[in-house]
Nanobody, 115 residues
Framework: QVQLVESGGGLVQPGGSLRLSCAAS????????MGWYRQAPGKQREQVAI???????EYLDSVKGRFVISRDNAKNTVNLQMNSLKPDDTAVYYC?????????WGQGTQVTVSS
């Protein structure tokens, strides 16, 4: 069974940056669109960014111009570069296929933006 493991979260001040990484136990990225999702306390999980198999990307309106999703097929990773972070970006961040599959949800990585 494929496992997805997220890393790179942490505590950062508003305006700061973080780079999240998602590693797969085997390469599923070549055949699936991949996405980063997040869930803030008391809110539903939402899709933040998508990268298609052809490299095309889409973003949640609130992160456009600040977040960049990328994929490294050789390393079996999908990354999310997050810049100009805001307190509203505080959430647990997950990666998954698009559409998401229940069996791929991992532990996620906590991102906290606070002064």
């Amino acid at each position: 069974q494929v496992q997805l493991v997220e890393s790179g979260g942490g505590l950062v001040q508003p305006g700061g940056s973080l780079r999240l990484s998602c590693a797969a136990s085997r390469n599923i990225f070549k055949i699936n669109a991949m996405g980063w999702y997040r869930q803030a306390p008391g809110k539903q999980r939402e899709q933040v960014a998508i990268i298609a198999t052809d490299g095309g990307t889409e973003y949640l309106d609130s992160v456009k111009g600040r977040f960049v999703i990328s994929r490294d097929n050789a390393k079996n990773t999908v990354n999310l570069q997050m810049n100009s972070l805001k307190p509203d970006d505080t959430a647990v961040y997950y990666c998954n296929t698009v559409p998401a599959l229940e069996m791929y949800w991992g532990q996620g990585t906590q991102v906290t933006v606070s002064s």
